[in-house]
């Protein structure tokens, strides 16, 4: 059975797509971790996740694992911050909106990448996306108003 | 926001980070203070630098490695009333015994090693509690290992923590970083206190007032100690 879905302006497929997802009322609850990376050097995306992985799978188990519901959403480098004098990154890492301390103490647990030396600081937890991103604007643009906000 | 403390940071000329970027880093995370306790055996060029006033938020200390209870007792007495911070590092049962039962001694650093290999028994947490020597749990090798030495580790910690808790001893929360990449902030270190079953109430406790306590004598008896 195949119904044709007319909506004006918009693709069939987008629509289609839409109706796929879950009503809020089911949705599971969520929270978006901002972080920053300071590094020895610069650190790509890829290699970031693989070591966030394995630090929750080495700490709380498969099982654990699957419960936290980790996925790093972005990650974007900043070249040599003048306060800190080495490379920085910041990223954001959605996960369960019960799991939050767990992830804090396994992003703590990471401390290097393929042989870099790192050291990861959680700068806040936001419950949209939209106020995270915001956050990690104004990080890459000024970290000076942002340290304000972390010493509060 | 309690203030937070780390007193067991290592620097230049230890390490090779200089002192001025592990206090920028720390202050980043959102710490009030730190203290620099440098080995007292590391060379002989450290004693110049060692006894510099650094700034207000950093604080001196040191940390005393001796190989008998005698050299020990020398040590302790040469450094005692110098420096703000006066530790001892541990790992060695006879050194521990040794640096607990004496109330000088403000803080032992590592009682069970740097690698967490040996074990405190509760006479020596007793000797700990009656002399208020404040007893570190060093948070450098969770973060280091993995699987089975993690587990050990953590077993360990759980123990010690449970024997602090019996006789009212003071626990502190050192980092034990050398390099700028080992620090912590002061949340992150509750989030992996609670791995070992350390509540949050208990890890801001000795993060905070217990480490400030350390520093200002605030446990030590009228008569031993003179505030520096």
Same mark, same amino acid.
């Given at each position: ?26 949705? #599971?609850?969520?929270?978006?971790? =901002?972080?920053?990376? /300071? ?5 790509? +995306?890829? $290699?970031? &996740? ?31 911050? #003048?306060?800190?004098?080495?490379? =920085?990154?910041?990223? /954001? ?5 019960? +799991?939050? $301390?767990? &992830? ?49 | ?228």
């Amino acid at each position: 059975m195949k119904k044709k879905v007319e909506c004006k302006g918009q693709n069939k497929f987008y629509v289609l797509h839409f109706a796929f997802l879950l009503p809020p009322t089911l949705r #599971e609850r969520k929270r978006y971790i =901002v972080f920053e990376v /300071i590094s020895e050097r610069e650190i790509a +995306k890829r $290699e970031l &996740v693989e070591e966030i992985n394995d630090a929750i799978y080495s700490l709380y188990g498969d099982v654990g694992a699957s419960k936290s519901r980790i996925w790093l959403i972005g990650y974007k480098k900043k070249k040599k911050d #003048e306060d800190t004098g080495t490379d =920085v990154g910041v990223g /954001i890492l959605r996960c369960a909106h019960d +799991k939050v $301390e767990e &992830v804090r103490a396994a992003l703590a647990c990471i401390h290097s990448v393929n042989e870099a030396r790192i050291g990861i600081r959680v700068i806040k937890i936001s419950g949209s996306i939209k106020g995270a991103t915001r956050l990690t604007k104004s990080f890459l643009e000024k970290s000076s108003t942002l340290k304000h906000q972390i010493s509060n | 926001m309690p203030n937070f403390f780390d007193l067991n940071v290592h620097a230049y000329p230890e390490t090779e980070v200089p002192v001025d970027d592990m206090l920028r880093i720390a202050k980043r995370y959102g710490y009030a203070g730190i203290a620099i306790t440098n080995h007292d055996d590391t060379g002989k060029e450290e004693k110049e630098v060692l006894f510099t006033p650094i700034s207000n938020f950093a604080f001196r200390g040191v940390e005393i490695r001796a190989k008998s209870v005698s050299e020990l007792k020398r040590r302790i007495k040469l450094h005692y009333g110098q420096v703000p911070l006066l530790a001892v590092h541990g790992g060695n049962e006879v050194i521990n015994e040794a640096a607990l039962k004496d109330s000088r001694v403000d803080l032992l650093a590592h009682p069970c090693g740097e690698n967490v290999e040996g074990e405190v028994s509760h006479v020596l947490v007793r000797y700990a509690a009656e002399n208020s020597v404040a007893i570190d749990f060093n948070f450098n090798p969770i973060i280091r290992s993995k699987r089975g030495d993690r587990a050990r580790i953590l077993w360990k910690m759980r123990e010690n923590l449970k024997l602090v808790r019996k006789y009212k001893a003071l626990a502190i929360i050192t980092s034990n970083a050398r390099s700028i990449y080992d620090l912590r902030a002061p949340r992150e270190i509750i989030a992996l206190a609670s791995l070992f079953g350390m509540k949050k109430e208990e890890a801001v406790h000795a993060l905070s007032a217990v480490p400030e306590g350390v520093l200002k004598k605030k446990w030590k008896k009228k008569t031993e100690v003179e505030i520096i």
